[in-house]
């Protein structure tokens, strides 16, 4: 597993005292604002303060203290240590699922391993491959039944249609 893990990207600077603008790349930008620290570049930065902004992280960054300084972290991806990260029962990162492999239920069959996750609207969508074939499942427990982080299985019961009609 990797110790540091991609978390946004900074995408503009707020205000003139040096904040940065970060677009999050987890399911709730409030994640970011508990975080002590953050890493660019390899850096560690001490988390002065931040706060949500139509959903986006307006983050003010130890030793980044101008305008200036913000916008060279411009286009730069910001990481976080997972010691800093506790997931609630049950949450994953991304990053850590990627890979699994996929176990339907449904024909008690392993129809692929998890390719990505698409953030989309309605929610979260697996991407199961299996050479040529792609399934598309949602990511909720009506369909997803357990994610075996020791074993790398996912688990789920699809429906007739979602994966090959047997």
Do not use: C
């Not at 003139?16 to 570049?41: H, N, Q, T």
């Not at 909720?140 to 299985?153: H, L, R, S, W, Y």
């Amino acid at each position: 597993m990797k110790q540091y893990l991609e978390t946004g990207k900074i995408v503009n600077t707020h205000a003139l005292a040096g904040a940065v603008k970060i677009m999050p790349w987890s399911d709730e930008p409030a994640f970011l604002k508990g975080l002590p620290r953050v890493y660019i570049d390899g850096k560690e930065y001490r988390v002065q303060s931040a706060s949500i902004q139509k959903g986006f992280v307006l983050m003010k960054l130890e030793g980044i203290d101008n305008v200036e300084a913000a916008m060279r972290l411009r286009d730069r991806i910001v990481y976080v240590n997972r010691d800093d990260v506790r997931l609630p029962e049950g949450r994953y990162f991304v990053q850590d699922i990627i890979g699994m492999t996929v176990h339907d239920l449904r024909g008690d069959r392993d129809i692929g391993a998890l390719q990505d996750v698409l953030n989309l609207p309605a929610g979260d969508v697996y991407v199961v491959k299996n050479g040529a074939a792609e399934y598309l499942i949602p990511a909720n427990p009506v369909f997803v039944k357990n994610i075996d982080a020791e074993t790398g299985v996912i688990t789920v019961e699809t429906i007739k249609g979602m994966t090959d009609d047997e």
